[in-house]
């Protein structure tokens, strides 16, 4: 069975870990993450019929059938009759599933791909499950395909999945034949995704009211944090928070480093805490890192990215024979600057225009295809910043490219999970 939920978060623990105190007297040692089981039941319905498909991991399960853990599916119906089931193939002759039970993994991804099928006389499908079982910093979504997927459901966030809303403009592979692909569709199936974090203790950080943009003159700001055990023992860890700097280079900690305990499948905080940014500080891309320690080696990171805005220079105007113009001395068309790079989920890029252009910048794998697209539009003069969200995207090399008015510049952004 899975683990529950936190009863209560405990944010004076975080305080007193970030504020400075000692670390905690008689605290047991570091404990070895251990794998945990999982059960995630889904409904499948049309309105006329439905069934419950369920996808988890288990101890004493493998990843081929298993006796008295796996419940295998009868041969699919014929066209026109309601059908839904799970797919999974390894290695050998395809084999379907109402309840799919695999080996558990101490961190990485369960993928399960879920077909299904509406009758003559029935809606679209609709999937629905709880949240209620979730594993503390694991993530649950269900894409309509792996490798570039179109539709992205955060099963957290809602505890529906109506795919009769969803058509070739959400879902390009919606489109009839031959520009669809209907085995790609979210309407006729989709992937489960749960994803085991490294663990065994996840850190969080994230500003509040984002964007955070800083003046000139500096200013404060106010940011989340928190740390979640995701196994079944206490867990004592060190953790801090640094900046660093639009030149790459490491400022702090700014908070801690602490040691503190992590009861077992607990979240600690979340604790709003606030810095401020001095005005001599330099103009650029910052990122505020929450990282957890052991010793002297970074074993998680989570962070977020924040702008401080350069002071405006003064108009000079520069007057000659037939001439009479004013010009600014203000954000030239600097070089685009990716960071973290390599990252582990989210990524800045950071580029300034000497003047109001249309920008485009795009990112794609590895083939070539487009993954995302992080600004399409109209901006002003000066310096910006567009965050790159890799979560759902596979570990690799892909290639983001910036086209502003005349200008393109071509980069590699590696993603490390």
């Known amino acids: 069975m899975p683990p529950s939920r936190p009863a209560a978060p405990r944010p004076l623990l975080l305080a007193a870990l970030l504020a400075g105190t000692a670390a905690l007297a008689g605290a047991p040692p570091p404990a070895t993450a251990q794998p945990t089981e999982f059960a995630l039941p889904l409904g499948v319905t049309d309105g006329v019929s439905s069934t419950t498909l369920t996808a988890g991991a288990d101890a004493d399960a493998t990843d081929d059938f298993d006796p008295g853990l796996d419940v295998l599916a009868p041969p699919p119906p014929p066209p026109g009759a309601f059908d839904a089931r799970i797919a999974w193939q390894n290695g050998g002759t395809p084999t379907d599933y109402y309840t799919d039970l695999r080996a558990v993994v101490a961190a990485g991804r369960h993928a399960f791909r879920l077909t ?51 058509d070739e403009t959400d879902d390009p592979d919606c489109a009839p034949p031959p520009f669809g692909n209907p085995d790609a569709c979210i309407r006729n ?22 964007p955070i943009v800083i003046p000139p003159g500096g200013g404060p700001f106010s940011y989340r944090v928190s740390l979640t055990n995701v196994t079944g023992q206490s867990q004592t860890v060190t953790a801090d928070v640094v900046a660093v700097l639009p030149s790459g280079a490491e400022y702090g900690p700014i908070q801690g480093p602490r040691t503190l305990n992590v ?22 891309t910052y990122a505020l890192v929450l990282r957890v320690l052991d010793g002297s080696t ?30 600014t001395h203000g954000a030239d068309s600097a070089s685009a600057v990716v ?26 794998d590895a083939l070539g295809r487009e993954v995302a ?18 979560e759902h995207l596979p570990s690799g090399v892909y290639v983001w490219r910036l086209d502003a008015g005349r200008r393109v510049e071509v980069g590699r952004l590696t993603l490390l999970k």
Request: glycine share 10%; proline share 11%.
């Open 298 to 327: 970074v074993v998680a990171t989570d962070q977020f990215a924040f702008e401080k805005v350069a002071a405006a220079a003064p108009q000079t105007t520069a007057s000659g024979p037939g001439t009479a113009s004013a010009f």
């Open 263 to 284: 009861p077992a499948d607990r979240t600690v905080g979340p604790l709003t805490l606030r810095a401020r940014v001095p005005g001599s500080a330099p103009a650029g």
């Open 339 to 364: 960071y973290p790079n390599p990252a582990q989920r989210r990524a800045a890029v950071r580029f300034a225009v000497a003047e109001a252009e249309y920008v485009r910048l795009t990112v794609f």
């Open 116 to 166: 299904y099928a509406p009758g003559d006389a029935g809606d679209p499908v609709v999937l629905s499950w709880s949240a209620s079982g979730f594993h503390p910093g694991w993530s649950y979504a269900l894409v309509d395909e792996l490798d570039d997927p179109d539709v992205v459901v955060d099963l957290r966030a809602t505890s529906t999945l109506d795919t009769g809303v969803y």
């Open 189 to 210: 199936g989709a992937f489960l995704l749960v994803d085991v974090p490294a663990g065994p203790v996840v850190p969080t950080i994230e500003p509040v009211g984002p």
């Open 373 to 390: 697209v992080l600004l399409d539009g109209p901006i002003e003069a000066g310096a910006h910043v567009a965050v790159f969200d890799g």
